[in-house]
């Protein structure tokens, strides 16, 4: 089946830096979404991109799907960027990644 | 206008009891999910219906029914819980292969 791999496992920054999150697959899919697990707890949809780039106020996601990668850039980085963030993707039945967890420092 | 509520938000309950959790979306969407998240934040499909068709269904125990009476509503029954089961379940609906959008969660606890 499809392996879903994100990095790094862990992120602590300090409020207003930047970061970068990789999710790397084994297959090509035609479905990629990101997702933010709050601390509360809450599954947030970021990006539904399969391909290409987006971008969102201060984050943006890109998908190079025949290198079977995409990343997911946080600019100026707040407290409340802080959580889990998840790549997931398949076409009926979506395969996750373990999770970046990500904590922002005032 | 929550777009996809779980109830309850929180279960506790003993070991051997059988439960349900009820989750209902206002969003139009086609297809549902039942997520199970354990205690490493790992997540994993158990089940997934399309028009109130079963399309997905991981192996999970028997003991896990799903039922939708409508494409609004996709609820999760859980019988004779172990202690094994306690994790949270989340809901979800979208258009079959489009943006998923999830509930709240339901943290299962069982003593």
């Known amino acids: 089946g499809i392996q879903v791999e994100q990095s790094p496992p862990d992120l602590i920054l300090q409020e207003g830096a930047n970061s970068t999150l990789r999710c790397n697959f084994s297959?090509?899919?035609?479905?990629l979404q990101w997702f933010h697990q709050n601390p509360w707890g809450q599954l947030i949809n970021l990006f539904y991109?399969?391909?290409?780039?987006k971008q969102n106020g201060r984050l943006s996601a890109t998908t190079v799907a025949t290198e079977r990668y995409s990343l997911l850039y946080i600019s100026s980085s707040q407290t409340t960027d802080s959580g889990v963030y998840f790549c997931?993707?398949?076409?009926?039945?979506?395969?996750w990644g373990a999770g970046t967890k990500l904590i922002i420092k005032p | 206008d929550t777009a996809v509520s779980q109830t309850p938000k929180y279960l506790v309950t003993q070991m051997g009891n059988d439960k349900s959790i009820k989750c209902e979306q206002n969003?139009?969407?086609?297809?549902m999910y039942w997520y199970k998240q354990d205690s490493k934040k790992f997540l994993k499909i158990m089940f997934s219906?399309?028009?109130?068709?079963?399309?997905i269904n991981e192996t999970v125990p028997n003991r896990f029914s799903p039922k939708s009476p409508d494409k609004a509503h996709l609820n999760l029954h859980i019988n004779s819980l172990e202690l094994g089961d306690s994790a949270v379940y989340f809901c979800?609906?979208?258009?079959?292969?489009?943006?998923?959008?999830f509930g709240p969660g339901t943290r299962l606890t069982v003593l």
């Open positions: 969003l139009g969407h086609d297809t």
């Open positions: 979800a609906s979208s258009q079959l292969g489009d943006t998923q959008y």
């Open positions: 219906y399309n028009n109130k068709e079963l399309i």
């Open positions: 997931a993707l398949g076409d009926y039945q979506l395969i």
């Open positions: 297959d090509s899919v035609n479905n």
């Open positions: 991109i399969p391909s290409g780039t």
